[in-house]
T-cell receptor
Framework: DTEVTQTPKHLVMGMTNKKSLKCEQH?????MYWYKQKAKKPPELMFV???????INESVPSRFSPECPNSSLLNLHLHALQPEDSALYLCASSQDFPGTSYEQYFGPGTRLTVT | AQSVTQLDSHVSVSEGTPVLLRCNYS??????LFWYVQHPNKGLQLLLK??????LVKGINGFEAEFKKSETSFHLTKPSAHMSDAAEYFC??????????FGAGTTVTVRA
């Protein structure tokens, strides 16, 4: 099973709201990722967790707060977002990190709209 | 630094004809290379990967890619396009800091 699941599929939130995106994998992978993808663009890396610890933060604004409660779960907490944060948010996992040969498996994404 | 160039932003083919998506890369190291496909409003699906084994890599759904070190290319092909192949395709290289570097993407349309 090479499935990464994400909830919710769609999310509309106001700029003063607090919401969370959830990601889950049951492949035994030790690395998990958050990406942001704008329309007609490739994904942009936001965060990398390896063995439940934050390994990479790509200078993401603090209104995005990741959390890795255990090796199967990854959350992205959202607060005081801006309209330009509207995008498809993708979660991915890989067997390990770092390692150039480890392919990443992506979830279906959460389509976020900030009003 | 590593980078990926997808030479065609858009490819249009007739159903049943071959598909060729071109990708060039630059890398200071022996690279790992991937092709991913993204259907509308979906996540990315891994088609195939190259990690310094056989230079001709077979993937899912009839796709294959050939790694040519002398040309720094990793082109993706499929002998016969199907309507379900209409999607966005990304060529990706794994960088020396272990992050994925994505090409800009190629949009494939398939004509009936």
């Amino acid at each position: 099973d090479t499935e990464v699941t994400q909830t919710p599929k769609h999310l509309v939130m106001g700029m003063t709201n607090k919401k969370s995106l959830k990601c889950e994998q049951h492949m035994g992978h030790r690395a998990m990722y958050w990406y942001k993808q704008k329309a007609k663009k490739p994904p942009e890396l936001m965060f990398v967790y390896s063995y439940e610890k934050l390994s990479i933060n790509e200078s993401v604004p603090s209104r995005f707060s990741p959390e890795c409660p255990n090796s199967s779960l990854l959350n992205l907490h959202l607060h005081a977002l801006q309209p330009e944060d509207s995008a498809l948010y993708l979660c991915a996992s890989s067997q390990d990190f770092p390692g150039t040969s480890y392919e990443q498996y992506f979830g279906p994404g959460t389509r976020l709209t900030v009003t | 630094a590593q980078s990926v160039t997808q030479l065609d932003s858009h490819v249009s083919v007739s159903e049943g004809t071959p598909v060729l998506l071109r990708c060039n890369y630059s890398s200071s190291y022996s690279p790992s290379l991937f092709w991913y496909v993204q259907h509308p409003n979906k996540g990315l699906q891994l088609l195939l990967k190259y990690t310094s084994a056989a230079t001709l890599v077979k993937g899912i759904n009839g796709f294959e890619a050939e790694f040519k070190k002398s040309e720094t290319s990793f082109h993706l092909t499929k002998p016969s396009a199907h309507m379900s192949d209409a999607a966005e395709y990304f060529c990706v290289v794994s960088t020396n800091d272990y992050k994925l570097s994505f090409g800009a993407g190629t949009t494939v349309t398939v004509r009936a």
